[in-house]
């Protein structure tokens, strides 16, 4: 800016030489800044826009997140059910299909007692007697109940045995939602009714079972006798006729000593 002829126009010259190659230079940089402008707002508008197109993914995949969860209806015990295909419970990462079971939760509220009669002991109980119920987990706590139902047709109760049992169903008077759990087992003690008439009490151990049609007592001589069955209990069978009390009866088992007897009473 300042005028020719203060200075010696050689230098008046560079000066000016100076200032247009700094406007230049100005310019060039202004130019440069508005480009990086433009290109950091399309940088910008450009990962906004992929920014959201990552939340929509993400907000699709919660949602079908949420529907593939099974949610319980209320709190309580959640019970797994098996996989049927690979014959264990399920399991984190299975796949579930259509009309496959995958839990249940139980109302504690309505709890029974499944337990096991003994083919041998069929006719021992009937509907509407009562019941005792331990629970093996709590054996000092007692419950009582009432037997509801005896199945009609026995099963068998494992693959490799000849053993067969009936479903007995025991209602209970008080249900104990604190101790009784889904699947604990229990032990269940059914009082028997008396028998009319002179029977007498013979150990199993003594008595041939394998036809309940016939069912025989092993007498201490060897001889076996046809008796009429009563009830029966772990041990021991009600035997109605055929064998007196104080009967010497033997033991049916190839480990009994010879002349082991026991007596019928």
């Given at each position: 800016a300042i005028p020719p002829g203060i200075r010696s126009e050689e230098e008046y010259e560079r000066l000016q030489t100076a200032l247009r190659k700094a406007e230049r230079s100005?310019?060039?940089?202004?130019?440069?800044?508005?480009?990086?402008?433009?290109?950091?707002?399309?940088?910008?508008?450009?990962?906004?826009?992929?920014?959201?197109?990552?939340?929509?993914?993400?907000?699709?995949?919660?949602?079908?997140?949420?529907?593939?969860?099974?949610r319980a209806p209320q709190s309580g015990v959640l019970l797994l059910e098996r996989n049927a295909r690979e014959e264990r419970l399920w399991e984190t990462g299975d796949t579930i299909y259509p009309g496959e079971k995958l839990a249940t939760l139980p109302d504690l509220s309505t709890l029974v007692v499944r337990a096991r009669l003994f083919d041998v002991d069929d006719g021992a109980i009937e509907p509407g007697s009562a019941a005792t119920v331990t629970l093996d987990p709590y054996p000092e706590l007692e419950y009582t109940g009432t037997v509801r139902r005896v199945d009609a047709v026995a099963f068998q109760r494992e693959r490799d045995s000849s053993t067969r049992v009936f479903w007995v169903i025991v209602d209970l008077d008080d249900v104990d939602p604190r101790a009784m759990r889904p699947g604990l087992s229990a032990r269940v003690r059914v009082e028997r009714q008396r028998t009319d008439g002179e029977s007498v009490v013979v150990p199993?151990?003594?008595?041939?079972?394998?036809?309940?049609?016939?069912?025989?007592?092993?007498?201490?001589?060897g001889s076996w006798r046809a008796v009429t069955l009563g009830p029966c209990g772990p041990l021991e069978c009600v035997v109605l006729a055929g064998i007196e009390a104080g009967a010497a009866v033997g033991r049916v088992t190839r480990f009994a000593p010879a002349g082991a007897v026991s007596e019928a009473r």
């Open positions: 100005v310019a060039d940089s202004e130019r440069a800044l508005a480009s990086a402008r433009a290109l950091t707002a399309a940088d910008v508008e450009k990962t906004g826009l992929e920014l959201e197109e990552a939340r929509s993914k993400l907000r699709q995949v919660e949602g079908g997140i949420a529907a593939l969860g099974v199993r151990e003594s008595m041939d079972l394998t036809d309940l049609a016939a069912p025989r007592v092993l007498l201490a001589d």
